[in-house]
């Protein structure tokens, strides 16, 4: 490694922190339980919203929009957002965003996961 190269590294890193791929920043998500794990089954009216062409702002405004209808229909909405491509949309879900966003505008509900790639919204419940 070059003298140049490795100043960098440590005005990037500093000097006792690791400088490989593992140390960066990982976005865990909310303890969301799993849907078929708590037994949690949605409505008969539950809404399938598919967020897969949609980019990542277009899909914050589907989902708050979604969770918002549903919450004032009492009906449960199932986010399918994938994962393969990327995962900026479920941690928008799944890691604390929507639900701040929701507590603001004062919209109750429950997130359930439904594997890695879709998340049930269940207004009926609040789970604390």
Do not use: W
Request: contains cysteine; positive net charge.
């Amino acid at each position: 490694m070059s003298k140049k190269a490795s100043r960098l590294n440590r005005h990037l890193y500093g000097n006792s922190k690791p400088r490989s791929a593992s140390s960066r920043k990982h976005h865990s998500t909310l303890d969301i339980e799993s849907a078929q794990a708590c037994g949690f089954s949605p409505s008969r009216d539950c809404c399938e919203v598919d967020l897969h062409n949609l980019g990542l702002h277009e899909a914050k405004e589907r989902i708050k929009s979604e969770s918002m209808k549903a919450s004032k229909e009492s009906r449960t909405v199932l986010f399918i957002h994938g994962f393969n491509k990327g995962t900026a949309i479920r941690d928008f879900i799944r890691a604390g965003p929507l639900q701040q966003s929701l507590d603001a505008k004062e919209v109750n509900g429950v997130l359930y996961s439904k594997g890695e790639g879709a998340t049930y919204f269940d207004p009926s419940t609040r789970g604390d």
